[in-house]
């Protein structure tokens, strides 16, 4: 949705945030993301703070309820909900403010250890009781005929691995933190790790280094391949039909490139110099997703 700057919302929303933060004296807006018509950082009487938020009328507000909803579930290194501000034209919430960069999924970068740590945390945290989308609801459109039930968990999953998503700290704590939860779900618990490996991918990794980080995580080594193969395949169809839909955006029509060939790979399907890639040992549709 288009994004506006913090001067751009109505005098009446501006009041709202005043109430939980005091007067604000400066705003930033975000550089990165595309789904908040409003992200920026305010310095306030009480602090900093960064907001997000969506006209209220807006489809999108139904994510602003998710991350509302799911915030006090999250593991400790996701940023806390602090208030929320709602009117009739904007529903604003306000966290508390992580000082850091945007992490860098690139080959040798020094960020992916500490991505995966964040992954291990995520994975060792309870999935709260709420009605959260599943992966086997959200995959099943795309998904072959049988393979829906091999989508199925109990896991909390974030399930959007974009590098803008995660925010690497400042010297003092440089570590990663998981950051808008627009589309929290419920599923296997390996399915960030097929998620992050697409982004890997884009980042310039080959899906033979994708899979050597993904299985520095615990659930990624004890996957099902059937369930990896039948994610691999629902996702390229996914992203296929979203590099479709809007080809004006290239991204998308590159990570629908990165789908395909993860899912060839993990097929053990031959690469275009004859090489074959993604064999995986035992032979057992059940057994260990390692190569």
């Not at 001067?7 to 005043?18: K, W, Y």
């Not at 992966?135 to 399930?159: C, S």
């Not at 990624?220 to 193969?229: E, I, K, L, S, Y």
Request: aromatic letters at 6%.
């Amino acid at each position: 949705m288009p994004r506006i700057h913090w001067h751009d919302l109505p005098a009446a929303t501006r009041a709202a945030v005043a109430v939980h933060t005091g007067v604000v004296h400066t705003a930033r807006s975000a550089r990165t993301g595309i789904n908040s018509g409003i992200a920026a950082t305010i310095d306030t009487d009480r602090g900093r703070f960064f907001v997000k938020g969506v006209p209220a009328a807006h489809p999108q507000a139904l994510t602003q309820q998710r991350e509302a909803d799911i915030n006090p579930h999250l593991p400790p290194g996701c940023p806390r909900l602090l208030w929320r501000a709602r009117t009739a034209e904007w529903d604003l919430l306000g966290f508390e403010l992580i000082t850091g960069r945007t992490a860098d999924f690139a080959p040798g970068s020094p960020d992916l250890p500490r991505v995966v740590a964040a992954l291990d945390q995520l994975a060792r945290t309870p999935c709260p009781d709420l009605p959260l989308k599943r992966v086997a609801q959200r995959w099943a459109p795309y998904a072959a005929t049988g393979a829906v039930g091999l989508l199925d968990g109990d896991q909390l999953l974030h399930t959007d691995m974009a590098p803008h998503n995660v925010l690497i700290g400042t010297d003092s704590d440089p570590s990663a933190h998981l950051i808008d939860w627009a589309w929290p779900s419920r599923g296997p618990a390996w399915v960030d790790a097929a998620v992050w490996v697409l982004r890997l991918l884009e980042a310039g990794h080959t899906p033979e280094q994708a899979d050597r980080w993904a299985r520095q995580l615990a659930p990624w080594r004890a996957a099902p391949t059937a369930g990896v193969r039948a994610f691999a395949d629902a996702n390229a169809a996914l992203w296929a039909e979203l590099g479709t839909q809007d080809p004006e955006r290239g991204w998308k029509t590159a990570l629908a490139g990165h789908a395909r060939a993860w899912a060839a790979y993990i097929h053990g399907e031959r690469s275009a110099d004859g090489v074959q890639t993604g064999v995986r040992r035992g032979g057992s549709t059940e057994g260990p997703c390692s190569v």
